[in-house]
């Protein structure tokens, strides 16, 4: 049942991260990127302000990475690079979200309560 999505996952997000050799450090930035989400409905302001402050200190932090760890000389050009994956990333929680979601309901494959909730983001 999951082996098509997982030839999607490796196509569209396993072979290209692999082809640009993000590290873990990058992946990791990636993905802070991507998911501190701020801005959502009913955030409080400070939770808004916090959310910028982390995505901006993860943005200095990754260029400093990038600068003086592995010594590129244009970190804005691997951050541009890094980025061009952003969509393959989100792309592929999402279709990961949609399988636990089809064979929970379709009781295909029943992962447990606490895998489900942190798959979906429900943390309380």
């Known amino acids: 049942m999951f082996q098509p999505s ?33 801005g959502l409905e009913e955030q409080t302001d400070e939770c808004v302000l916090i959310g910028k402050e982390v995505k901006d200190r993860v943005m200095r932090e990754l260029t400093f990475y990038l600068r003086f ?21 989100q792309r592929s929680v999402r279709r990961f979200q949609e399988d636990i979601e089809l064979s929970t309901v379709f009781n295909i494959y029943a992962p447990g ?10 943390f309380c």
């Open 6 to 38: 997982f030839e999607i996952h490796r196509r569209a997000l396993i072979l290209p991260v692999m082809a640009e050799k993000v590290d873990v450090y990058e992946f990791f930035a990636l993905c802070t990127l991507l998911f501190w989400d701020f």
């Open 69 to 89: 760890v592995k010594k590129i000389q244009e970190p804005a050009v691997r951050v541009a690079q890094l980025l061009t994956l952003l969509p393959a990333v």
């Open 113 to 122: 309560k606490q895998f489900y909730d942190l798959v979906n983001g429900k």
